[in-house]
Nanobody, 119 residues
C-alpha cells in the first residue's frame, strides 16, 4: 500500500500563508483524484479541495479564492500541494492528504499535518 506523507503545517497568524505538501512513498501510475481534507477539533473530517487526473479542481466555498490545490509528478513521485493564503482561525485543523487509487478508487491517507491559525 502506498504511503502519503504530508509536510508544511505549523503556526501562522491570521492573514498569513502556508503551503502544504504531500508525496507518495513510491511511484504510482494509477492515482486518480488527489485531495486535501481537514478535521478541526470536535468536528468531522471534511473535503477541502480536490484535483482530478485532468487537472480539474474543486474547493469548498469557505476556501474558494484563498486556497489553491495542485498536483505534479516530480522525480517519479506523485506530489500534491495546497497553497493557503489569507488564513483564518477557522482554518485551524489537521490537514490530510488523500489519493484514490486504481479502478476501484481505493483510498490512501496520510497521517496529517497540523495547521494552527492564531495570533
Amino acid at each position: 500500500q502506498v504511503q502519503l506523507v504530508e509536510s508544511g503545517g505549523g503556526l501562522v497568524q491570521p492573514g498569513g500563508s502556508l503551503t502544504l505538501s504531500c508525496a507518495a512513498s513510491r511511484t504510482l501510475f494509477n492515482i486518480n483524484s488527489m485531495s486535501w481534507y481537514r478535521q478541526a477539533p470536535g468536528k468531522e473530517r471534511e473535503l477541502v479541495a480536490s484535483v482530478g487526473t485532468g487537472g480539474t479542481t474543486n474547493y469548498i466555498d469557505s476556501v474558494m479564492g484563498r486556497f489553491t490545490i495542485s498536483r505534479d509528478y516530480v522525480k517519479n513521485k506523485n506530489t500534491l500541494s495546497l497553497q493557503m493564503n489569507s488564513l483564518k482561525p477557522e482554518d485551524t485543523a489537521i490537514y490530510y492528504c488523500n489519493a484514490k487509487i486504481g479502478i476501484y478508487d481505493l483510498d490512501s491517507w496520510g497521517k496529517g499535518t497540523l495547521v494552527t491559525v492564531s495570533s
